[in-house]
């Protein structure tokens, strides 16, 4: 069984790259640039695992987002990307339905071993 991830970034190039890395290592992706997209996405296919880029261009943006996931599907698990410090957005009570958070930069298989990690849990 493949997990299926929704990955929500609004640089075009990332999102690519992420669903070819995530596909290539059997998770099911499907992508949005903004907010908006990710609901329609994920109302169209409700998705176990979210990654987010916090900044839908914004953070507000992408904290708006997270809450309306959560909101409407409780059991999604949400990896936030970030280039702001983990440490400050730890404190964040907007953030602590977050189930993981990845600094932009960190290697490819950071990522992976989250997802890696999530899906298995789900599976057992």
């Not at 493949?2 to 099911?28: K, N």
């Not at 996405?41 to 953070?59: C, F, H, Q, W, Y």
């Not at 909101?71 to 990307?81: R, S």
């Not at 009570?93 to 849990?121: C, F, H, T």
Request: charged share 25%; net charge negative; with cysteine.
């Amino acid at each position: 069984m493949s997990v299926r991830v929704l990955v929500v970034d609004d640089d075009p190039d990332q999102v690519i790259v992420r669903c070819m890395l995530l596909s290539h290592h059997g998770f099911e992706t499907r992508r949005a640039s903004d907010p908006d997209a990710a609901m329609k996405a994920a109302r169209e296919d409700v998705p176990e695992i979210v990654v987010v880029d916090l900044g839908l261009p914004t953070e507000r943006d992408g904290l708006r987002l997270i809450a309306e996931l959560k909101a409407a599907y409780p059991t999604v698990d949400i990896v936030v990307l970030t280039g702001s410090s983990i440490q400050r957005l730890k404190s964040s009570p907007e953030l602590e339905d977050v189930a993981y958070m990845v600094q932009k930069g960190s290697p490819s298989k950071a990522l992976l071993g989250i997802l890696s990690r999530i899906a298995a849990a789900r599976v057992s």
